[in-house]
Nanobody, 122 residues
């Protein structure tokens, strides 16, 4: 069955870096876009970034542009989120999700991981 498993979260100081992984099973990254989302306590879920399966196009929220980089390794069926210059406001649970399309449609994400906590604090 389809599964997404995030890992790599943790506690980091402001200005530090983390790399999150999203290991996919039950489907191939060759055919579906993957998005990363985050949700901070008391806030709505926010779309962070997405990578398409069609041509590898990437999209970023303005709040993370220039600091976060999404990438994928289709051989490992894994998507990564490299997060640099982390800020306290990046603290959230981060989720990866499978789009129902090749492209970053932003319309329907049909499978979600369980999330990984990222805490940015001194």
């Amino acid at each position: 069955q389809v599964q997404l498993v995030e890992s790599g979260g943790g506690l980091v100081q402001p200005g530090g870096s983390l790399r999150l992984s999203c290991a996919a099973s039950g489907f191939s990254l060759d055919y579906y876009a993957i998005g990363w989302f985050r949700q901070a306590p008391g806030k709505e879920r926010e779309g962070v970034t997405c990578i398409s399966a069609s041509d590898g196009s990437t999209y970023y929220a303005d709040s993370v542009k220039g600091r976060f980089t999404i990438s994928r390794d289709n051989a490992k069926n894994t998507v990564y989120l490299q997060m640099n210059s982390l800020k306290p406001e990046d603290t959230a649970v981060y989720y990866c999700a499978k789009d129902s399309s090749l492209h970053c449609s932003g319309i329907e994400y049909d499978y979600w991981g369980q999330g990984t906590q990222v805490t940015v604090s001194s």
